[in-house]
Each structure stands twice: as C-alpha cells, then as structure tokens.
C-alpha cells in the first residue's frame, strides 16, 4: 500500500478582521520593481474591500470575471499579460469565491510554466513551483482555500492542475469578509462543504486522518445549517473553519456520487460547482440516504430554491456526454462504491440518474 504523502498551505492566519494584517504579511515576499497582482472577485468592484488593500508602488488590482467558472483560456491571457507587462511579479493574492482562488493558483503557477494551462490539467504534470501565492476566501464551502487543485474547464476537458506546486503559499481566513454573500450563494457554497463531508465519511477510502476532519467539518455544517434559528457573525466563522476541515477530510480521501454526477452537468450545461451539487443531491437517498435526508431538511429550513428539470428536453448525444464525463472520474466512483464500482453504477443507471434531475 502507498501512502499518500501530501503538500499543505504555508502559512494560516485566522480571525475577524485579519485582513488588516496583509501588508504585512506580503511584505517580506515583495521583489523590487515587481508588483504583487491583487486578484480580486468582480462582485466588490466599486465596493469597499478593495480600498482596504494594501497596494504599494506598481501593484495592481485586477478584478476576475467569475460569471462563469475559471476557463484555462482565461488564466493564460491573464499570466500572459502579467508576463509581457511586467516580466514577473512579487506574487499573486486571489480574494474571493472558489472560482477567484482558482484563478489565482492557476495564474501565479503560469508565471513560471511554459505553455498553456490546459498542458497542465491532470496529476503532477505542472514543472515548475509558481510566484508566491495567497489566498483570501470571501465564500465558505469549497475548500479551494487548502486543495492542492486548480479546478480548469479547457478545449477538452474540465481537471485540475493537480500538484504538489499548487496549494497556497500563504491564506488568510477573514469570516468578516463573507458576510454580504447572498443567502443562495452562501448556501450552494456551504453545501459544497456539507456534500464533501458525507461524500468522504461514507467512501471506501476514509482513514483516521479524514474522519477527524470531516466529523469536526460536518458538525460545523450542522450548527450553521440545522441548529440555528438565523444567520449570525458565528454562521460566519464556523463556516469558514467548516470549509478548511472539509478540504482537510477531502485531502486523504476524496469525493463521491454527488460530484461526480455533477461535473457532468457542469461539463455539458456550465452549472455552477456548488447549486449542481445541491441539484444531484436531492436525488442520492439510495447512496446517501441519512445525508439526503439532512440535507432536504437544510433547503426547507433555510428556504433555498434548488433548480429542477434541468437535463429535460436533452438529446440522446448529450446524455451520453454527461455521462462520458462523470464516468472518467474513476477515483471519485471508486471511493462512493468500492473497487468494483463498474459493476454497480452502469451506464443506464447513471442515465436514468440524470433523467431525473
Ligand atoms: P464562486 O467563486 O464561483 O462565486 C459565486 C458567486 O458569488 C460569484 O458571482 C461571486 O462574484 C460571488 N461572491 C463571492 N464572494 C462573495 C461575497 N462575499 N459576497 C457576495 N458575493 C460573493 O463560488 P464558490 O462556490 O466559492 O466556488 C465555486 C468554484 O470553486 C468552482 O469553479 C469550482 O470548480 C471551484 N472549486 C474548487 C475546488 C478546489 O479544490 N480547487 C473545490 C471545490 C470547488
Ligand atoms: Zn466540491
């Protein structure tokens, strides 16, 4: 048996408002005549966060278009443009969701590789470390913050830059700076964490080391999503704490049916990560039932609309694509069903899946 002997984030700094404490924490990475790149979630442009950054000299402030989830032709013209602009840079800070810290690790690791970002979607493909890092998440959920992935839609497919030279350098784990997100938005994003958490605690591939997490992460889930009466500053920090155990727990074992069924839509329909999770998981009771059962609970409680029918009126062409895409995420069905997991999930039983949602 090998072990998986994994790379984790730098440097960790948590609490409210310790986003006052980034100039300094940037400063000893700084490199004369070379900018650090502030990569920052378009919904706070002309918003108050951004005057909060510390810039200094030639850094700047670029805001990432995430109406759609990170394409590897994005992250390529954006390291391109860095490039020619300024040969290198000091390093690269993402602020925002999932997709904006994405975007961030993606771009600072094409600082230093050659080619396109799509070269580089798989497992330890990536050459070279990239320019220091940071990562400032203003959602809570997918645990994007500690991953050692990149998730990336390119010309054929949608992977991650997956390497030992992708996880952060640096994080800063803000709660204040999730709080303006919209009651959906928080929702679809916290059951990312939610759906990690039974995904990894019921899969073939959980140790110790997983359990810990996503028990602490699921538990966190719960105070948030089923205890409370209302939204309050604690939902916030417990979230966040939520989403970093949840990567954890995910780090040593890995995700299941939901996800895969979901980067399927994603693939062919451009849902979004988090609601396409929420939309597979409403149909997952024979695979989760306790899990499907608390988290129909959640929706109803905190009175979230779940899109339904989204696959009705598809053609026979691209059910088959859907269920090509979610079929190649051998590692995830392997986790959700055991080694023989072929046997099991067939691909009419995948068919009459997707039919359903
Ligand atoms: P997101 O980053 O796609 O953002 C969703 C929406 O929320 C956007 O419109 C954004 O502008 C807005 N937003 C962000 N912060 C806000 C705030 N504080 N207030 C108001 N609005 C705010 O959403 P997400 O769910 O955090 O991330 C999903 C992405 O993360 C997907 O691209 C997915 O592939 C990726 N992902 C990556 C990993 C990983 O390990 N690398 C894991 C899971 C998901
Ligand atoms: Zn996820």
Same mark, same amino acid.
């Given at each position: 048996?090998?072990?998986?002997?994994?790379?984790?984030? +730098?440097?960790?700094?948590?609490?409210?408002?310790?986003?006052? #404490?980034?100039?300094?924490?940037?400063?000893?990475?700084? $490199?004369?005549? #070379?900018?650090?790149?502030?990569?920052? *979630?378009?919904?706070?442009?002309?918003?108050?966060?951004?005057?909060?950054?510390?810039?200094?000299?030639?850094?700047?402030?670029?805001?990432?278009?995430?109406?759609?989830?990170?394409?590897?032709?994005?992250?390529?013209? !954006?390291?391109?443009?860095?490039?020619?602009?300024?040969?290198?840079?000091?390093?690269?800070?993402?602020? +925002?969701?999932?997709?904006?810290? &994405? !975007?961030?690790?993606?771009?600072?690791?094409?600082?230093?590789?050659?080619?396109?970002?799509?070269?580089? #979607?798989?497992?330890? %493909?990536?050459?070279?470390? +990239? /320019?220091?890092?940071?990562?400032?998440?203003?959602?809570?959920?997918?645990?994007?913050?500690?991953?050692?992935?990149?998730?990336?839609?390119?010309?054929?497919?949608? %992977?991650?830059?997956?390497?030992?030279?992708?996880?952060? *350098?640096?994080?800063? !784990?803000?709660?204040?700076?999730?709080? &303006?997100?919209?009651?959906?938005?928080?929702?679809?994003?916290?059951?990312?964490?939610?759906?990690?958490?039974?995904?990894?605690?019921?899969?073939?591939?959980?140790?110790?080391?997983?359990?810990?997490?996503?028990?602490?992460? !699921?538990?966190?889930?719960?105070?948030?999503?089923?205890?409370?009466?209302?939204?309050?500053?604690?939902?916030?920090? #417990?979230?966040?704490?939520?989403?970093?155990?949840? +990567?954890?727990?995910?780090?040593?074992?890995?995700?299941?049916?939901?996800?895969?069924?979901?980067?399927?839509?994603?693939?062919?329909?451009?849902?979004?990560?988090?609601?396409?999770?929420?939309?597979?998981?409403?149909?997952?009771?024979?695979?989760?039932?306790?899990?499907?059962?608390?988290?129909?609970?959640?929706?109803? $409680?905190?009175?979230? *609309?779940?899109?339904?029918? /989204?696959?009705?009126?598809?053609?026979?062409?691209?059910?088959?694509?859907?269920?090509?895409?979610?079929?190649?995420?051998?590692? %995830?069905?392997?986790?959700? %069903?055991?080694?023989?997991?072929?046997? $099991?999930?067939?691909? *009419?039983?995948?068919?009459?899946?997707?039919?359903?949602?």
């Amino acid at each position: 048996m090998k072990f998986r002997n994994f790379k984790l984030v +730098g440097y960790v700094v948590y609490g409210r408002g310790c986003f006052n #404490q980034l100039d300094e924490i940037l400063s000893p990475h700084r $490199k004369a005549g #070379q900018p650090m790149v502030f990569l920052v *979630d378009h919904f706070f442009e002309g918003k108050e966060l951004p005057n909060r950054i510390p810039l200094r000299e030639n850094d700047v402030i670029l805001f990432a278009d995430v109406t759609t989830e990170p394409k590897t032709i994005y992250v390529d013209e !954006l390291a391109t443009r860095l490039r020619q602009e300024y040969g290198s840079v000091s390093g690269v800070i993402g602020i +925002g969701g999932g997709s904006t810290l &994405d !975007l961030a690790k993606a771009v600072s690791l094409m600082m230093n590789n050659p080619g396109s970002s799509a070269d580089y #979607q798989g497992w330890d %493909l990536v050459k070279f470390p +990239g /320019v220091y890092k940071v990562g400032v998440p203003t959602l809570s959920g997918t645990g994007a913050e500690v991953s050692r992935t990149t998730v990336l839609t390119g010309p054929t497919k949608k %992977l991650g830059m997956n390497s030992d030279f992708t996880p952060f *350098d640096q994080i800063v !784990l803000d709660p204040e700076l999730t709080r &303006d997100a919209p009651v959906n938005q928080r929702f679809y994003t916290g059951m990312d964490c939610y759906i990690h958490c039974i995904e990894s605690l019921e899969g073939t591939f959980l140790n110790e080391f997983s359990k810990s997490y996503g028990e602490k992460a !699921l538990e966190l889930c719960r105070k948030v999503f089923v205890e409370k009466e209302r939204w309050d500053e604690g939902s916030d920090d #417990q979230l966040m704490m939520a989403s970093y155990a949840g +990567g954890m727990s995910i780090a040593y074992s890995q995700v299941g049916v939901a996800h895969a069924v979901s980067y399927g839509l994603s693939y062919l329909l451009g849902t979004k990560h988090g609601i396409g999770n929420c939309i597979v998981m409403a149909h997952l009771e024979e695979f989760y039932p306790a899990g499907v059962r608390e988290f129909k609970y959640m929706v109803e $409680k905190n009175q979230i *609309d779940i899109p339904k029918g /989204v696959c009705h009126g598809l053609t026979d062409e691209q059910f088959e694509r859907m269920i090509d895409v979610s079929m190649g995420m051998k590692p %995830l069905w392997e986790n959700a %069903l055991g080694k023989d997991w072929e046997t $099991k999930m067939t691909r *009419d039983r995948l068919r009459s899946l997707y039919e359903k949602l």
